[in-house]
């Protein structure tokens, strides 16, 4: 799928949608306060996306006018999505106060930051989370398209298959990283809460590949250090890479179950000095307050949402476990070097 919007000139909305089938006329269906009002189908062909190879008959270009929503042009905030796959094509929303750059936030952490989504999604016109789940297509459409100037991505996507499309876009990259060890005790709590959807036929299709990695969890007891152990030497392959240095491998890898080597902690600092706004969990004020700085937004800043207790202490067991140092090596010598110049620039 491809996308782009021509104009909003208030009476009349153009863009084109080019579907992944390339015999489908494009459709897409716009909401009003999260109500669903009309569908539009595609009534221009254009012989470019023929030429091109994207499309049979280049019927793509739709138009949103005043018959399909009476009063279109009095409308201060409505959004257009593509029928099909439910991304959002457009985003009318009064212009004052907006962001104007492109903003990709990377999530490091197993659960995205939901406080940091929800305190930038008001000062921005476009906004997708979850890119990470998105088809390769898509997340090129988004990163390429010149239109979507104030636009917020947010998701865990590998940085070295994409970094060249941010630099391309001008675009302002974030990351807030945790502690390697809060972070693996976090991936072993979020795979044990779907360890019963992993081991259901009905429902493992939704974890994907890591359905075998959730339901194993489920015979281990994370209060017991012996358990634990017997735990890490069985891990199933999925397991495994989302537990080893993760943070290295989103920084450093072209596909999730790339091997890391000890060269790949230099790319992952490499591609890591490179990103324009680095935070420390630890420094969560710091880390907004740098990132409403940067994109000129005047709020108050946000409270993080704390780490469940529960997380917390099975970090320290994970702490106490000297086998698991070589699991999070890469990961700490980057938390470490973050957490201290965060430390001294923000007591400075």
């Known amino acids: 799928m491809r996308f782009l919007l021509s104009a ?27 109500r669903r009002v009309a569908e539009v189908s595609a ?37 257009i999505f593509d029928v099909d796959t439910n991304v959002l094509v457009h985003r009318r929303v009064p212009k004052v106060g907006l962001a104007t750059p492109k903003a990709v936030l990377i999530n490091a952490h197993i659960r995205p930051e939901t406080v940091i989504q929800t305190a930038l999604f008001p000062h921005f016109q476009q906004c997708y989370f979850g890119i990470g789940r998105f088809p390769e297509e898509i997340l090129h459409a988004i990163f390429d398209t010149d239109t979507l100037t104030s636009c917020l991505m947010v998701g865990s996507i590998i940085l070295p298959r994409y970094e060249g499309h941010f630099v391309q876009g001008n675009a302002v990259t974030m990351m807030l990283l945790h502690d390697p060890y809060v972070e693996m005790a976090s991936r072993l709590t979020w795979l044990r809460e779907r360890a019963g959807m992993g081991a259901d ?18 015979d281990y007891d994370f209060a017991d250090a012996k358990s634990l152990k017997r735990l890490f030497r069985m891990l199933p392959e999925p397991a495994y890479h989302l537990l080893y240095n993760p943070l290295t491998r989103q920084l450093s890898t072209h596909v999730p179950d790339d091997r890391i080597v000890p060269g790949s902690s230099i790319i992952a600092v490499e591609v890591l000095s490179r990103i324009g706004i680095v935070g420390h969990r630890d420094y969560f004020e710091a880390f907004m307050a740098t990132v409403f700085d940067r994109l000129e937004i005047n709020a108050p800043i946000p409270l993080p949402l704390p780490i469940p207790n529960g997380t917390l202490e099975l970090a320290e067991r994970l ?30």
């Open 43 to 79: 009534i221009h062909a254009d012989p470019t996306f023929i030429q091109y190879g994207w499309h049979a008959t280049g019927l793509c270009h739709y138009e949103v006018r005043e018959d399909h929503i009476p009063g279109l042009a009095g409308i201060e905030r409505l959004e």
């Open 8 to 34: 909003d000139e208030g009476a009349i909305i153009r863009g084109w949608v080019v579907p992944d089938d390339p015999t489908a006329i494009s459709r897409v269906y716009v909401t009003v306060e999260g």
């Open 319 to 348: 702490r106490g476990l000297r086998f698991l140092r070589d699991w999070i090596e890469f990961d700490m010598v980057l938390s470490d070097a973050v957490r201290a110049s965060v430390s001294k620039s923000w007591q400075d």
């Open 201 to 218: 036929p009905n429902q493992s299709w939704r974890l994907g590949h890591l359905a075998e990695a959730a339901a194993f969890t489920a």
